[in-house]
């Protein structure tokens, strides 16, 4: 009942910018937090940045200064704006959301971890 969707991933050369999005679909209720993670060939999933509902942002070290997430909680969505992209940077990146939404059943609200099906950002020259 609920799904995540990314998109915006793709080839970019070492310096440069990437955006990758993603957009939460179902009957919501609230959306807490949102984050992108990653996860490079015969590496662990780790997370590179996550926002709160009122919008406050962390973000793992390395990508300090050069990364930046933003949500729209009108339209449900989560941005991730990429700059000075290494090819470090090359993974799978998959948004994450904390989702409660309507049920239509006994249970009217329930709360779960979702998952978009990823999306390749490849850097290289």
């Known amino acids: 009942q609920v799904q995540v969707v990314e998109s915006g991933g793709g080839l970019v050369q070492p310096g440069g910018s990437l955006r990758v999005s993603c957009k939460v679909f179902?009957?919501?209720?609230?959306?807490?937090?949102m984050a992108w993670y990653r996860q490079a060939p015969g590496k662990q999933r780790e997370l590179v940045a996550r926002?709160?509902?009122?919008?406050?942002?962390n973000y793992v070290e390395s990508v300090k200064g050069r990364f930046t997430i933003s949500r729209d909680n009108t339209n449900d969505t989560a941005d991730l704006q990429m700059n000075d992209l290494t090819a470090e940077d090359t993974a799978v990146y998959y948004c994450?959301?904390?989702?409660?939404?309507?049920?239509?059943?006994?249970?009217?609200?329930?709360?779960?971890?979702?998952w978009g099906q990823g999306t390749q950002v490849t850097v290289s020259s």
């Open positions: 994450y959301a904390d989702v409660t939404y309507y049920s239509g059943g006994p249970e009217q609200l329930v709360r779960g971890d979702y």
């Open positions: 926002i709160t509902d009122g919008g406050l942002p």
């Open positions: 179902g009957s919501i209720f609230r959306i807490a937090d």
